[in-house]
């Protein structure tokens, strides 16, 4: 059975730093692109970021971008978030997603998480 | 404001189709076959209904379908349900930096 699990998630001033993590199982890890996508409060879902499975391929919204660092350790079946100067518009539920595929082009994400709270306030 | 756009509600009786439009452009829903479809319960994480435009993943009834003309996708509901009350949301691949795009989603009530 596929499992993702986000942790890290938590309250954080502006300008503040968290780390996100999502333990994955079930699947061979590194065969698989992975996401993080975003849903804040009561709003749509917004997109974040992309890795491919080799971890050599990222992507990012240009609202993190310059910001916001993933990464993988495939060695751990481990997904991360680095998320720094943080911003009161980057709160959210954050989801890890697991795609259809290596390289990550399809938007289909067949598995999630369910998500970990991040709440950026002074 | 969402790259692609969605209907911000739509509704229908048990039993009936219903369709959901996503428009985008040639950079994105019009340029590439990877469309897909995700449907959200409330408190829910979201749920994949269909990718590469109109491919159901194993255990999504045939109910769903999906199609593309142009830069517009559409998800069809047939037979509608209670349980199909939902937010549903488009996504692409997109040519631009982002790589990705969600639509803003529409809720769909079942009357």
């Known amino acids: 059975e596929v499992q993702l699990v986000e942790s890290g998630g938590g309250v954080v001033q502006p300008g503040g730093s968290l780390r996100l993590s999502c333990a994955a199982s079930?699947?061979?890890?590194?065969?698989?692109?992975m996401h993080w996508v975003r849903q804040a409060p009561g709003k749509g879902l917004e997109w974040v970021s992309l890795i491919s499975g080799d971890g050599g391929s990222t992507y990012y919204a240009d609202s993190v971008k310059g910001r916001f660092t993933i990464s993988r350790d495939n060695s751990k079946n481990s997904l991360y978030l680095q998320m720094n100067s943080l911003r009161t518009e980057d709160t959210a539920l954050y989801y890890c997603?697991?795609?259809?595929?290596?390289?990550?082009?399809?938007?289909?994400?067949?598995?999630w998480g369910q998500g970990t709270l991040v709440t950026v306030s002074s | 404001q969402s790259a692609l756009t969605q209907p911000a509600s739509v509704s229908g009786s048990p039993g009936q189709s219903i369709t959901i439009s996503c428009t985008g452009t040639s950079s994105d829903v019009g340029g590439y076959n990877y469309v897909s479809w995700y449907q959200q319960h409330p408190g829910k994480a979201p749920k994949l209904m269909i990718y590469e435009v109109s491919n159901r993943p194993s255990g999504v009834p045939d109910r769903f379908s999906g199609s593309k003309s142009g830069n517009t996708a559409s998800l069809t509901i047939s037979g509608l349900q209670a349980e199909d009350e939902a937010d549903y949301y488009c996504s692409s691949y997109t040519s631009s930096s982002t790589h990705v795009v969600f639509g803003g989603g529409t809720k769909l009530t079942v009357l």
């Open positions: 079930g699947f061979t890890f590194d065969d698989y692109a």
């Open positions: 997603a697991k795609d259809i595929d290596f390289v990550g082009a399809t938007t289909g994400f067949d598995y």
